[in-house]
């Protein structure tokens, strides 16, 4: 993108990542703030200025918790808590601590004793690859600035507009999307973000639409300048034509219909017009995102990622605390099932055991159940866990990134270890706990049918199982328009796992993103997925495809893209279908 492009001479459009859909219109408000360097200078009364530190993390609690009461009385409890964790962080005698030592060692004033401290934290953060944890960081930030912002309050200004509007910014905290005001605020866009962020979650909670992965946008962007979010495909329009204003305004309250009619059918089961039942399920990662499931009327979770609950702190959280979140997961969503997914991240992550030089290719590398298998004292830990869970609600397990039957047996053996052991216990756990595995490794697919027998389950995630199969990182410009989703030898590859689950009498379900693409779902459900595993917010939209579509036709659609030699004419089939039963939900 240009920065220099937008002017008032005609329309412009730019293009970013959709993390909240909806549209707004309205002028443009221009924030460019971020967490930026304190001023520093020298003092004399250090436990004078460990006071100040006291009385500004004081201030910021209790802003804390105006915000998540706010929160909770707009979208309920469990959302609230996001600001639990910036609680806990303010309480922590271990940063505290630190801020004290540096402010003594230094002999500097707080506030740049607090940066300082934040900082190396943070710079540690940022070199971790995986990029959902990088995006934790903000988090911390968020807290710091707030902290910052709260040594001199007198100062502060409230810059928000008090008409409506759209907001463009470098980057939003999760209490800065918190404390919007609704009725003024119509949609934003920021330079940085991703669907996974808090602030991706809280604006899908509140109903803002929202564009992220604006390069440049801050820069391109002038205060006042009328424009439209689109939070459907990303886009953010400035200047738009009266031709343009008048199609979003017609848009915008078809999609309010469309959204009252998915609402409607909230409730309603996930069954063709032919009677093909489907389970249509959530996939989490924070514990936050409950209600979004529950409001969505997902079945249960598909996929619970559990790589943040063990790696946000710098300690991996013991069995107790992870037995309580799993518990309470489970509880919630009970008797719908919870398939948690045990670690899948790589061994460089690991708080206890970094790695001294990064792996050459990670995604190759030691990740996934590999890391598991090879630290049993962390893997027995996690699946000990899960087992005492399991009685609270209808739990299961999936291992990832399997590639053979011996990391199956492997898993299961310990599984059976950890049973033994609460057995000896006298602690409780459901000893039919099902045991599934993802289907992301071409070879773990092309022996699917050695594999069924050992597991009671089958979850295809095919962002990984494309991207191993085309030998495509999708991340990479240079490469990223041969990840192709309907690649034949995708395609072959997920009717060979469905066949080898039916063949042996369990089920197999799809929890990658292919799931959640309603132009793809006549396909997947045409190969014979039993299961469908999306975001919440893609759970009305993808029931309302399942409903609309006959399955007797998906398959024979199916059977031809099957025996089609290009990834651009099996896409056209399925979305042939798309576009003839579900027109209205196609963005």
């Known amino acids: 993108m240009d920065p220099a492009a937008p002017s008032t001479s005609g329309e412009f459009t730019l293009q970013g990542i959709p993390v909240s859909r909806g549209i707004g219109i309205a002028p443009i408000h221009v924030v460019a703030r971020g967490f930026n360097a304190p001023e520093v200078y020298k003092v004399s009364n250090i436990e004078a200025e460990k006071q100040r530190f006291r009385v500004a993390l004081e201030r910021t609690k209790v802003q804390l918790r105006e915000l998540q009461q706010r929160i909770e009385a707009i979208s ?175 848009l915008k309250e078809q999609k309010e219909q469309v959204r009252h009619e998915l609402e409607a059918q909230r409730d309603a089961a996930a069954v063709t017009l032919d009677g093909r039942a489907i389970t249509l399920s959530a996939n989490i990662e924070l514990v936050e995102e409950l209600p979004l499931v529950q409001n969505s009327g997902a079945h249960g979770v598909g996929l619970y990622r559990t790589e943040f609950l063990l790696l946000k702190g710098e300690e991996l959280p013991g069995e107790t605390q992870q037995t309580e979140t799993y518990s309470r997961l489970a509880e919630a969503l009970a008797p719908h099932p919870l398939i948690i997914r045990t670690l899948d991240s790589g061994g460089d992550k690991l708080p206890v055991e970094p790695l001294t ?112 199969t085309v030998a495509v990182d ?17 395609i072959r590859l997920i009717k060979q796992t469905i066949d080898a689950g039916t063949a042996n009498n369990i089920w197999t379900g799809v929890c990658g993103e ?40 998906c398959q024979e659609m199916a059977a031809q893209a099957v025996r089609t030699p290009l990834s651009l004419d099996i896409l056209d089939l399925t979305s042939a279908l798309a576009s003839k039963y579900y027109p209205d939900l196609l963005d």
Not at 407 to 428: F, H, N, S, T, Y
Not at 443 to 463: K, Q, R, Y
Not at 476 to 487: E, F, G, K, Q, S
């Open 514 to 553: 292919m799931a959640g693409d309603i132009l793809l779902t006549p396909l997947l459900l045409g190969l014979g997925v039993q299961e469908l595993s999306v975001g919440p917010h893609q759970v009305p939209s993808v029931r309302r495809a399942i409903r609309a579509l006959n399955h007797a036709e």
């Open 357 to 468: 030089e990064p792996e050459p290719n990670p995604f190759l590398g030691w990740r996934g159940i590999r890391v598991s298998l090879d630290r049993p004292d962390m893997f027995k830990e996690q699946l000990r866990a899960i087992l005492r869970a399991s009685v609270h609600g209808h739990v299961a397990v999936m291992f990832p990134l399997v590639s053979g039957i011996k990391e199956v047996r492997r898993g299961k053996d310990m599984i059976k270890e950890c049973m033994d052991e609460l057995a000896r216990q006298d602690i409780p756990f459901d000893e039919n706990l099902e045991i599934g595995i993802m289907i992301e490794v071409p070879s773990a697919a092309v022996i699917a049918d050695l594999i069924a027998p050992e597991v009671d389950f089958f979850s295809i995630g095919t962002n990984d199982l494309i991207q191993y």
């Open 76 to 250: 309920g409890e469990k959302d609230s808590q996001i600001f639990e964790a910036h609680l806990m962080m303010l309480e922590d005698r271990a940063i505290v601590d630190k801020v004290d030592e540096a402010i003594a060692k230094r002999g500097q004033n707080a506030e740049f004793a607090l940066y300082a401290v934040a900082q190396n934290f943070l710079e540690a953060m940022r070199r971790v690859p995986d990029p959902y944890l990088r995006e934790r960081t903000a988090d911390i930030e968020d807290v710091c600035q707030r902290v910052l912002r709260n040594f001199s309050p007198e100062e502060q200004r409230d810059s928000a507009p008090q008409e409506q509007h759209l907001l463009v910014a470098y980057d939003l905290s999760p209490s800065d999307t918190a404390a919007m005001n609704r009725q003024l605020l119509l949609g934003f866009a920021t330079e940085l973000g991703s669907v996974n962020s808090h602030t991706a979650i809280l604006a899908r909670s509140l109903g803002i639409p929202a564009v992220v992965g604006l390069e440049g946008a801050v820069l391109a962007v002038t205060a006042l300048t009328p424009a439209i979010i689109d939070g459907y495909s990303g886009k953010l329009i400035l200047y738009p034509t009266e031709e343009t204003l008048r199609h979003y305004t017609q």
């Open 474 to 490: 999708r991340v990479n410009h240079h490469v990223a328009d041969l990840y192709r989703p309907t690649h034949p030898a995708v």
